[in-house]
């Protein structure tokens, strides 16, 4: 039993072309997540911060995600798909899941395709949100310097170098810098992303932007390092009473960093109020990781105190390195064990993989358990069935062996990592019977 399942890829008609789309949760409002110029639905899963996103979204809206057609699980088209096709594939969607309006939440790129989606079906748009968006493409780059620019990012296309722009923060650490390249290959081939750019930059909605008449609400970060966040401010004084909100600090992707302010002022917006601030922000989906010393007791009596407490001392700082290395949070340690969790189940995965090869080495084999759900944070430390969970778990594992719950194998499909079943278990004091697999090096 878990408390939190990937959402399932269907696919919508538009035309002769399928289209790929999520939907998470059940709330009477619907909202769509429209892409910038690439995405992969269900890679995204394993880029930090996003699912979490979502599921904060799904707390107020049915949230629905989708890959345009060219890109991620969308049929492959040639050429690149106009604003117009595109507009056909939102419509498809939400006829797909019998949705007859929707607040509309376009991201970089999938901005002006949102403005020109509200202005002409007005009535299928509730709402309009725009973040880190522009209206005319050709703004963010001078002519001279955009050819060097294109040739230079399908050089470099599934290395990683985008994330120096979108997601500067992460790009300093090598495992992010990984995940971005495999994003990228997944989401387009460098041939279709050169098609993509070239007509990304004849956009220009600028002479519709009088036209939206529904509310618009315009969000820009003011370090966004992708798009400059002057147009996003231009981009909100042309949409006739558009709200517009500019935060200090923060990357491209809507997702990343500290999200409370932009999930209250979405909220706000779109429903006239935002959840209290006590009880809503202290819970997060997180992946928790359990380790425990194997035998920890019988050894200290073997090689006595000061000995244990040296071996203790050293795995207590391989944990920090380690922990931090795979950008976790170490919560505590508990005598003989860690506590920590993460914002990526891959990540958390190959930390707990990477933690007990390190202490083999000093003698100290451990067991581990994971499990992915929602927490609560309680100042410094966790609390929740997730973190009872993960416990559970662990305790299940055997000496030198990472253990995991099925959800942590559905989150992280497709990110290169190994599992083979180790049977169906009861956990004390949890409903219903767990499958477990052990994660192997």
Excluded at 67 to 92: C, F, N, T, W, Y
Excluded at 281 to 292: K, N
Excluded at 374 to 396: F, K, N, T
Aim: one cysteine or more; charged letters at 20%; hydrophobic letters at 40%.
């Amino acid at each position: 039993m878990t408390d939190f399942k990937l959402p399932e890829t269907r696919y919508a008609s538009s035309g002769d072309f399928s289209i790929a789309y999520q939907v998470l949760g059940d709330r009477p409002i619907d909202l769509i997540l429209v892409p910038g110029l690439f995405s992969h639905i269900d890679f995204l899963h394993e880029l930090p911060g996003y699912t979490a996103f979502l599921r904060r979204l799904s707390h107020f809206a049915r949230v629905i995600a989708f890959d345009k057609r060219g890109q991620g699980l969308s049929d492959r088209i040639d050429g690149a798909p106009s604003l117009e096709e595109r507009m056909d594939d939102v419509r498809a969607i939400m006829d797909a899941i019998g949705s007859r309006r929707a607040v509309l939440l376009g991201v970089s790129e999938g901005c002006p395709m949102s403005v020109l989606f509200a202005a002409t079906y007005p009535e299928r748009v509730s709402h309009l949100i725009l973040f880190g968006g522009f209206a005319r493409a050709a703004d963010r780059m001078p002519r001279e310097l955009w050819r060097s620019h294109v040739e230079q990012t399908l050089k470099n296309w599934g290395a990683g170098e985008t994330i120096r722009t979108i997601a500067p923060g992460q790009a300093s650490y090598p495992e992010a810098v990984a995940q971005f390249a495999k994003y990228e290959r997944l989401s387009s081939s460098p041939g279709a992303l050169r098609t993509v750019l070239h007509i990304h930059r004849k956009i220009d909605v600028t002479s519709i932007l009088p036209t939206v008449r529904v509310p618009t609400l315009v969000l820009h970060n003011r370090t966004d390092a992708q798009v400059s966040v002057a147009l996003g401010r231009e981009l909100a004084q042309h949409i006739p009473g558009a709200q517009y909100i500019e935060y200090p600090v923060g990357d491209h992707y809507a997702w990343l960093g500290n999200t409370d302010a932009l999930h209250g002022d979405i909220e706000e917006f779109v429903t006239g109020h935002r959840q209290g601030t006590s009880t809503e922000l202290e819970r997060v989906l997180a992946t928790v990781l359990f380790t425990d010393i194997v035998d920890s007791t019988r050894n200290a009596v073997k090689i006595g105190d000061q000995r244990w407490r040296y071996l203790l001392d050293s795995h207590d700082q391989l944990a920090q390195q380690i922990v931090s290395k795979h950008r976790g949070n170490l919560v505590k340690s508990t005598g003989d064990g860690t506590l920590a969790t993460f914002d990526g189940p891959g990540r958390a995965v190959r930390c707990a993989l990477a933690l007990g090869s390190a202490t083999m080495q000093i003698g100290l084999p451990l067991r581990a358990g994971l499990h992915t759900g929602e927490i609560e944070i309680r100042g410094a430390d966790i609390g929740g069935i997730a973190v009872h969970a993960a416990a559970r778990v662990m305790a299940q594992s055997a000496s030198n062996e990472v253990l995991v719950s099925r959800v942590v194998t559905e989150l992280v499909a497709g990110a290169g990592l190994k599992f083979v079943e180790r049977g169906s278990f009861e956990l004390k004091g949890l409903p219903g019977r767990w499958d477990l697999f052990a994660a192997i090096r």
